[in-house]
């Protein structure tokens, strides 16, 4: 998988499709987005509560490429026993920063476009960098994206907002199958001070259920996100998602003094 399609790629992994967000499928097809609701969507189990105490993180500075980001995330003794790193889920921007304007404008951006690319390059980013941890049925996804500005940052946050507002149905299909989605976006839990966002995307694809619930947010120029992934089982709850994003804004700060 590589990134947030974390949608599509995640499913790919498990062994259908892959997740929204991040770990994207070239070669998946989407149709333009219905009016119907979607199929009933999995049931999420109950939202564990964060394993480590918060204090306030101050919001991320300073400029770090791909490559250090993807130092930034968790590894692998951090998400629970049974979840290993998914070496195709890697993605990172590389070792030189960006200032390419954005290819995807959420203003505008499909559906589709949008579940295929998120999680990786394309968003005005700077730099970015993701990855995904995976059990059976089950996986749990990480992304950091780097902006200019703080302001960019919080665009970006608020961009999901709305794209989610947008993209109430729409189906895809790939190697036979064919899924209907919903996303739907909602306040979160402060994390360290910082607000959020968490955007689910429910459906069925392939005659499974998926869920995928990612907590968004935004700190100074980066916006830091975490994600449960079930496909045909309910997301996992062994980690919370405010944990996952919670370690990487730490993480961050300290790879920053370090640069």
Partial sequence: MSSIPRVFAALAVLGALALVTGCSTKGTTYTTPTTQAASAPAQTAAAPAPTVAMTPVPQASGQLTGTQLQQVLLP???FPAGFTLTQSSAVSSGGTLSYVPARFDLATVSCADFVNHLGNTGFGETAMAADSFTAQEQAFDQVVYQFPSAAAATAFVDGIATVAGRCHSFTATDNGATGTFSLT???????AGHSSLELVQSGTIGGSS???DTLLSASGVDVFAGAAVGL????????????IVYSLMKRQAAAAELG
């Fill in 76 to 78: 692998q003794g951090d």
């Fill in 185 to 191: 976006a909602t306040p979160g839990a402060a994390v």
């Fill in 210 to 212: 998926l869920t995928l």
């Fill in 232 to 243: 045909g089982a309910s997301a996992p709850a062994g980690m919370a998602k405010e944990t």
